[in-house]
């Protein structure tokens, strides 16, 4: 294709735009925008003549909202309609599989794929996954318990609801236009607790006004000290219990269909980024008709830019335990190491002043091939005793996925993906959906296998749980691999 023909067809694509903008502002009677999106048709005949334009007006162009889409489409109340085929979906899903191919269904491409994916060839997003399917549950009989069972327990010594929580995880408003409010409203409504990554795309004052409950705070080894002092101040100000350092992020892991999608924050507008945009229109229109998003809890100010470029940029690989008993002293309170996946690990940072042990290898989004979280739990327990909290995450899938962490040594249990997949899938609703079926899960599990309280389940749990071999037999059926059981599968 000739430069003027290419020229040709972006000019194309930006009077199609402007159309559309021009019909929308006459609904709204945006005059005042109208005129300035009139301007821009100057640039484009100076595109199509060759001309150059200037930096800042480019950069209008190939932005909508620097154009200004948004505050014309939020006028325009057509996200009902948009959104009506994900809510049918929604209500008809009856477990975390079914989330997931809601949030596939909704989401564009290069988001679900972000979410859904592990590092390299995903074998470890895959394990994380079979290790449960190779627990067996020896259950009691004639417990005399009857549903609903008290899931009540304590993370960082606060009364929560529920033994499980929604993990920190970045960007949420990529997912939903909701973003963590949704995670939030969902906390709240089931009383337990919340978490904010420091890569969030919502506020740390916005989130306290929308949870009362206990909030910890996650935050990554960043290069700048006074950064990090500034949005530790922040937290403590915004009302959070705690504090987890991620410790597994020093690299950004390999994820090859973030590579191969072109994913970036916002997205590049490219031709086929656009394309997989006209598939999704509630995605789409939730994306372009709400302001952009930015990472609100360090300076919201910056606009949200390539992830894998801000890491790079700003993630301190040389993070030590020198660093961390420094980042421990500015806290002072509870604190937890995420990312831990040996004993003697978990021994050094119990010596060096972390109370909380958060067993993880990050979704197996990063070094390929790490462990299953569930296999290392046992150990990590008898290497920290009793005493010491520990949190576990990593390919929870279901709530008898809970309750066999819980028996073999963790006294909480985070979960990503699945109230991500409720999320995608339908924001809020989404979200308090995903805490249901898990919920439900629970109970049921603990119940038939003859334990009435989570206290009982840690006590009696190590009697309950046997190992053995995985077999094909742990695949429902042969559509499993379409529903995303074992992961990493495109």
């Given at each position: ?106 989401a564009h491409k290069m988001v679900f794929d972000y979410l859904d994916a592990g590092a390299d060839d995903e074998i470890s997003l895959r394990r994380g996954k079979d290790a449960y399917s190779e ?82 705070f996650q935050l990554y080894v960043w290069k700048d000290r006074e950064l990090v002092k500034d949005v530790l101040a922040k937290a403590k100000e915004g009302g959070f219990d705690a504090l987890a ?220 749980i046997k190992k053995r071999n995985g077999s094909v037999r742990d695949y429902p059926d042969r559509y499993a691999y379409e529903r995303g059981y074992g992961g990493g599968v495109i």
């Open positions: 294709m000739s430069s003027v023909t290419k020229k040709a067809a972006y000019v194309s694509q930006d009077l199609s735009l402007l159309t559309f903008l021009k019909l929308a502002s006459l609904h709204t009677q945006c005059t005042a925008d109208l005129k300035h999106y009139c301007t821009i048709s100057v640039f484009i005949k100076e595109t199509l003549l060759g001309t150059k334009a200037s930096p800042d007006t480019a950069a209008m162009v190939i932005n909508p909202h620097k154009l200004g889409v948004h505050k014309l489409l939020k006028h325009i109340p057509l996200n009902a309609i948009f959104d009506a085929p994900s809510k049918a979906r929604l209500r008809k899903a009856v477990n975390i599989a079914d989330l997931r191919l809601c949030a596939k269904q909704r627990l067996e549950m020896h259950f009691h009989i004639l417990s005399g318990l009857k549903p609903p069972l008290d899931l009540s327990t304590k993370i960082f010594g606060k009364d929560v609801k529920l033994p499980f929580f929604g993990c920190p995880t970045a960007g949420n408003r990529m997912f939903h236009w909701e973003g963590e409010t949704a995670a939030a409203r969902a906390a709240q409504h089931h009383g337990t607790l919340y978490g904010l990554s420091s890569l969030a795309t919502t506020g740390i004052t916005e989130i306290g006004k929308l949870t009362s409950g206990p909030k910890v350092l991620t410790v597994d992020f020093t690299w950004y892991g390999n994820r090859e269909r973030d590579i191969r999608n072109d994913f970036s924050i916002p997205p590049k507008y490219s031709l086929n980024q656009m394309i997989e945009a006209i598939k999704k229109p509630a995605w789409t229109y939730d994306f372009l008709s709400h302001e952009a998003y930015t990472y609100a809890c360090i300076n919201t100010e910056v606009p949200a830019d390539s992830l894998a470029a801000f890491v790079n940029s700003q993630i301190a690989p040389e993070f030590d335990w020198k660093d961390a008993e420094w980042l421990l002293g500015e806290w002072n309170g509870p604190s937890a190491v995420k990312g831990v996946c040996r004993p003697d690990d978990a021994i050094r940072a119990v010596e060096t002043g972390f109370t909380t042990m958060w067993v993880s290898n990050h979704g197996a989004r990063q070094l390929e091939t790490s462990p299953a979280t569930i296999d290392v739990l046992p150990s990590i327990r008898e290497a920290v005793g009793p005493d010491v909290e520990i949190i576990l995450d990593g390919g929870v899938q279901r709530g008898t996925d809970i309750c066999k962490a819980l028996a073999l040594g963790a006294d909480s249990v985070g979960v990503g993906k699945p109230y991500l997949y409720g999320l995608a899938a339908g924001g809020t609703e989404g979200v308090i959906k995903a805490y249901d079926i898990l919920k439900v899960e629970l109970d049921r599990a603990m119940g038939l296998l003859g334990t009435g309280t989570v206290d009982e389940l840690k006590k009696r749990g190590p009697g309950l």
